[in-house]
C-alpha cells in the first residue's frame, strides 16, 4: 500500500458511517461509495459465534474492493471467538477491526455482549488483548456513554481508560445511555437523551485518546462543528434515510475537489454492479431497496420511488429497471 492510500486511511474517520444490522450492508455500502470516496464505512454487525459456525462466509465477509475504508464491525463476549473473527477478518483484508459494545438489544444481552459489556470493561480489556495477539489491524470500540446505572462520567472514563490501555485505538461514542431493560433498541436511540457534554468533557480530559461523536448528527455542518473537538463525526440514520445529503462529504470534510453527485451519476455507476450481482443470482431489491432513498423532496420523486420499488421487488427483475429509473433521472435533471 502507498504512503498515500495509507494516511487515508488513517484520517477516514473524519466522516463515517455508523454501522446498521439490516442497512450497511455491502449494496448499501458500494452506493455510498458513489456519494464518499473517503468516508470510513462500518459493516453490520457480524457476531463472533456466527462467523465459527458458518458454512458460508464468504455471504458474511465479502465486500468489494472500492468499498476501503472499511471497519468491520463484530459483536461477542468470547475473547477466542473475537480474536477468531478478527483475524478471519484481517485474512478478508479489512482495514480495521470494530468491537461492539453499544448494542443494547435482547438477543444481543443474553448473549451477554453488546452494551451491557460496559458493565465490565475488564473483560472487554481481555477481549482487546486477545484479538491484538492475533490479528495487526487497529481495534477500534463502539460504546454508549453509560448503560442502566452504569451511568456517571467516572465510569465512563475508566471504560475508556482501561480499554485504550489494552490497545483500543479509537473509539467511537454513541453520546446517550442504554437502558438494558425497559426499552427496546429503537426506544434507545430516542429515549435516553443525547449528553455531547460527557463525551465533550473526555476529550478535553484525554486529548491524546481518538474519539469519534456519534448520536443525532444530521448534517455536513453539524459533522464540522463535531470536527472542531473530535477527531472524528459518525452519522448513522441519517446517512441510510438520506444518503444524497453527503454528497458534498469529500470535498467539505476532506477537502477533496469533485464534481457534484447527482442521483443518476449514484445510479448510473451502480449498474456494472448491479449486473455482476444479478448475473451470479442476486435479487435486484437487494440493491435498489437501497436506491430508492436517494431521490426525495423534489418534484416525481414519490412516483419514481413508487415505480422503482414495483419494478424491483419483482424476482425477475432485470438490469433495465435500473436503466429505465436512471434515464428518468437524467430527464428530470437530477
Ligand atoms: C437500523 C439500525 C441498526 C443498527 N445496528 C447497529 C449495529 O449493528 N452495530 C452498532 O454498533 N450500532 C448499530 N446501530 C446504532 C448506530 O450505529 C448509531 O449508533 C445510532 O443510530 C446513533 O447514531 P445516529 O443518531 O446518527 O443514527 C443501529 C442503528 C440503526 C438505526
Not at 55 to 80: A, M, Y
Not at 222 to 230: G, Q, R, S, T, V
Not at 272 to 278: D, G, I, M, R, S
Not at 294 to 315: F, I, M, T
Request: overall charge neutral; charged content about 25%.
Amino acid at each position: 500500500m502507498s504512503l498515500d492510500s495509507h494516511l487515508q486511511i488513517l484520517n477516514s474517520h473524519r466522516f463515517s458511517i455508523a454501522p446498521m444490522m439490516d442497512c450497511t450492508d455491502k449494496h448499501y455500502r458500494f452506493m455510498m461509495r458513489q456519494i464518499t470516496t473517503r468516508g470510513l464505512l462500518y459493516t453490520e454487525m457480524i457476531v463472533a459465534q456466527a462467523l465459527h459456525y458458518s458454512k458460508n462466509i464468504n455471504k458474511l465477509l465479502d465486500f468489494h474492493s472500492s468499498e476501503h475504508p472499511i471497519s468491520l464491525q463484530i459483536g461477542g463476549d468470547n475473547p477466542k471467538l473475537l480474536s477468531e473473527a478478527a483475524k478471519l477478518g484481517e485474512e478478508w483484508g479489512y482495514d480495521e477491526i470494530n468491537l461492539n459494545i453499544g448494542c443494547p438489544s435482547p438477543r444481543v444481552q443474553s448473549g451477554n455482549f453488546g452494551a451491557c459489556l460496559m458493565k465490565d470493561p475488564e473483560h472487554v480489556a481481555q477481549c482487546i488483548d486477545e484479538i491484538s495477539k492475533h490479528c495487526n489491524l487497529p481495534i477500534t470500540v463502539k460504546h454508549r456513554i453509560g448503560v442502566d446505572d452504569f451511568d456517571s462520567y467516572q465510569i465512563l472514563i475508566d471504560f475508556v481508560d482501561k480499554l485504550s490501555n489494552a490497545g483500543a485505538k479509537r473509539f467511537s461514542i454513541h453520546a446517550r445511555k442504554a437502558w438494558l431493560k425497559g426499552l427496546n433498541p429503537k426506544e434507545n436511540r430516542t429515549v435516553p437523551p443525547l449528553n455531547y457534554e460527557r463525551v465533550i468533557q473526555l476529550k478535553k480530559d484525554r486529548p491524546n485518546i481518538k474519539i469519534e461523536l456519534n448520536g443525532g448528527i444530521k448534517t455536513i455542518e453539524e459533522c464540522l462543528k463535531a470536527l472542531e473537538i473530535f477527531d472524528g463525526s459518525m452519522v448513522g440514520r441519517a446517512a441510510y434515510e438520506h444518503p444524497l445529503i453527503w454528497k458534498d462529504v469529500d470535498e467539505m470534510i476532506y477537502g477533496d475537489k469533485r464534481s457534484s453527485t447527482k442521483a443518476s451519476t449514484v445510479l448510473i455507476g451502480m449498474l456494472p454492479y448491479a449486473e455482476y450481482h444479478l448475473k451470479n443470482n442476486g435479487k435486484l431489491w437487494d440493491i435498489a431497496k437501497h436506491l430508492l432513498k436517494l431521490v426525495e423532496g423534489v418534484p416525481g420523486a414519490r412516483s419514481w420511488r413508487k415505480d422503482l420499488g414495483a419494478s424491483s421487488q419483482n424476482k425477475e427483475a432485470k438490469i433495465e429497471v435500473l436503466e429505465k429509473a436512471a434515464n428518468k433521472l437524467i430527464e428530470a435533471g437530477l
